[in-house]
């Protein structure tokens, strides 16, 4: 999570070929200046948020630390309590949590959970309201509600908590008391 100035990114490789390609597509499928191999996109960071990304890189290892440790924090407190899930990981992997995304079982208890942080004046999001065969984009696919249950499902519960990497452990505690009441 490196956030700067705008939208970006950056992709490994150790697949030359693949790379190739990568560059294209971020750069109008162009195979060299005005010669386009294929469709694609205006996906290149400028100059300055490339200066400005280059200093952050150097702080990213410390805050996806504090980012796990938010989310361990929540981990210990949340896991196990009736009705809520917490992020599912995988052993295999570390996660660097640009969200931490909790379920909240029951379709109508998401939004009373929501809405008494929010009294609270605790920020949360859904960041997926809809599941994507329900997004207007994808209407001409012909998909309708009830084809894809558990994606349906999933987006009614889905509730991300705040997670930064400046939480502090004082802001972190009064999250879980409060969602903690909400629950009871």
Known sequence: NLGCLG???????????R???????????QSQKYHHQRIGLNSRLDTLQAALLRVKL??????????QAVAARYDAALNGLFGLCIPARDPRSSHVFHQYTLRIEGDSRREAVRQYLKQHDIPTAVYYPLPVHQQPAYAYLGYRPGQFPVAERLCRQVLSLPMHPGLTVAQQDYVVSILLASIR
């Open 19 to 29: 790379a190739q390609l990568l560059q294209q597509l971020a750069n109008h499928g």
């Open 7 to 17: 939208d970006g990114g950056a992709l490994f490789t150790h697949d030359a070929a």
């Open 58 to 67: 150097r702080h990213l290892p410390a805050a996806q630390a504090a980012r």
